[in-house]
Each structure stands twice: as structure tokens, then as C-alpha cells.
């Protein structure tokens, strides 16, 4: 089976394969209904204007990790979410991006505010 359409984005020198959201219904969709996601996967998130962004996990069976990116790809928040919790996650700062991953992914890196995404 083929991945989906994606890119990468390397953090430090971690690396990332990602599906993206660009559009309205895409970001709203996410990794809805998803059973699984593998290991170095995840989802980047493209808005059309840098604002808190808000998400949530309802419809989502896995727990998940997510950073939120400032316009210059600048992480400035990461966050753990609950599988199919409709708690809502909050960017402490305004963000621009949002790239979701298996939970603890961010936090096993060593990934947080301050660091850098580079789409390749």
C-alpha cells in the first residue's frame, strides 16, 4: 500500500513524514476515524492566518501529540491530546501551523518552543 500524498519536515535532525491539511475540509477531517498512525507519520495542519488555533479529538481512536508553529515555523506549543476527548487544545500563541504526531513523539525528540520545522 502507497502512502498518501505528503511531505517531510525535519526538526532538529528528526525527521517527520506528514500528510497536509490545507483546506478547510482537510484540516476539519484531520486524523479523524484513523486506527493507527505510523511511527514517524503525522499530519501538518496549513491555516490561512497566524491566530490561536483550536483543536479537539473527537473521532480520533488514538492518542496524539501536536506542536503548533508560528509563520516562520518556529515551534511555539506542544501538547498531548486524549484519543476521542472533546477537551479543547488551545495554542498558548498565536500559530500559523500545527503538525500532529503519535503521542509523546514531540517530547521524545526533544522538541519544543524554540525550535525550527523545515518542510522538505
Known sequence: MSKPAGHLIVIGTDTLWV???ITPE????GLMFR?????DSGMLFVFDQEQTQSFWMK???IDLSIAFLDENMVV???QDMEKLST???RSRKPALYAIEANKGWFREKGI???DT????
Open 26 to 29: 482537510q484540516r476539519a477531517r
Open 35 to 39: 486506527q493507527s498512525l505510523a511511527r
Open 87 to 89: 477537551f479543547v487544545h
Open 117 to 120: 520545522a523545515v518542510i522538505r
Open 59 to 61: 473521532n480520533t481512536p
Open 19 to 21: 500528510e497536509v491539511a
Open 112 to 114: 519544543g518552543p524554540g
Open 76 to 78: 511555539v506549543d506542544t
